[in-house]
């Protein structure tokens, strides 16, 4: 039986708090700098494109595409069987490391490009982890 208690629990930082704060309350955040309006993730204080120390809190519409994947088959007791370690490409244009879920974990149910939406998974009292399932189904 998947026991999520046994995935590493992140640790929120000053610059990550706002993201952890976000998922809990159902939000994904990004970052936008107010300068060049470039999109960002992960949390920093600054823009990684032109460097402006002027940034605001974005929220994220949650859609995404499947940019990358591998399939884990070590076991892991987070986990019922193998599982992907996939990066998404948000709607907003970032990409985000996380695990396609509420999917057979298979070359042919996992096709590049397709459609996904955010998922949160409470981990913790005070950590949810964002998941990405494909759009539109049930659940
Ligand atoms: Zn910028």
Avoid at 7 to 34: I, M, S, Y
Avoid at 110 to 133: C, G, R, S, W
Wanted: hydrophobic residues 35%.
């Amino acid at each position: 039986m998947a026991d999520r208690s046994k995935l590493p629990v992140p640790r929120p930082t000053p610059e990550t708090q706002h993201f952890w704060d976000g998922t809990k309350a159902g939000d994904l955040l990004l970052q936008q700098c107010n300068d060049c309006s470039h999109v960002y993730f992960p949390p920093r204080p600054f823009c990684p494109k032109c460097g402006h120390r002027e940034v605001s809190v974005v929220k994220a519409s949650g859609k995404a595409t499947l940019y990358s994947y591998v399939i884990n088959h070590r076991p892991h007791p987070a986990f019922d069987g193998p599982y992907s370690i996939a990066t998404v490409e948000l709607e907003e244009g970032p990409r985000m490391m996380t695990n396609i879920v509420d999917v057979e974990q298979t070359p042919e149910a996992l096709q590049l490009d397709m459609a996904l939406e955010v998922k949160f998974e409470p981990l913790n009292d005070d950590i949810t982890l964002p998941y990405f399932k494909p759009a539109g189904g049930a659940s």
